[in-house]
């Protein structure tokens, strides 16, 4: 089996899962391992990941998806918001609406990530404008939660997914 990993990565923490990906796929030749501006979507498995914008995957992935035709696919990805899983569904199902029917999605795995430091600043001048905002004060505690993901708990629970393949 060829497989490739195609990749959008901000921060880092979906390049982090996709090297997890890559390590752990011992059956199969990986083709492809970048960005999907340049991938050529030519192998039997399309491993996709995804860093979230705005509730879904970058325009740049969202196109990748939509031009895949009869490929297995594997969505991962990252999101700085949340942690909850429901919330990770909502975003897999909104990006997993992209792949066209041709295609068989073969499974998934998503989890938080760090975000970059304007974040925090941004959400810290909100707080000065608002000190006794709740929601302002939720949003700085999951960037700091944040932080460490992806972590070692978050690679073994994708190494665990990827067994099931």
Known sequence: MTYEIVFDSVTGNTKLLAEKIKECMENGECSYFGSPAEAPA?????????????????????????????????????????????????????????????????????????????????YEAMLEQNPADERIKAMLANFEKALPHPDSGDLQELEEGLKKL
């Open 42 to 122: 030519q192998a039997d498995m399309i491993f996709a990941g995804f860093w979230t914008d705005k509730g879904s995957c970058s325009e740049s992935m969202r196109t990748f998806l939509e031009g895949l035709k009869d490929k297995d696919v594997f969505l991962f990805g990252t999101a700085g918001f949340g942690g909850m899983q429901e919330y990770f569904e909502q975003i897999l199902g909104r990006v997993e609406a992209y792949i066209p029917e041709s295609c068989t999605v073969k499974g998934t795995f998503m989890c938080q990530g760090r975000m970059q430091e304007g974040v925090k600043h941004r």
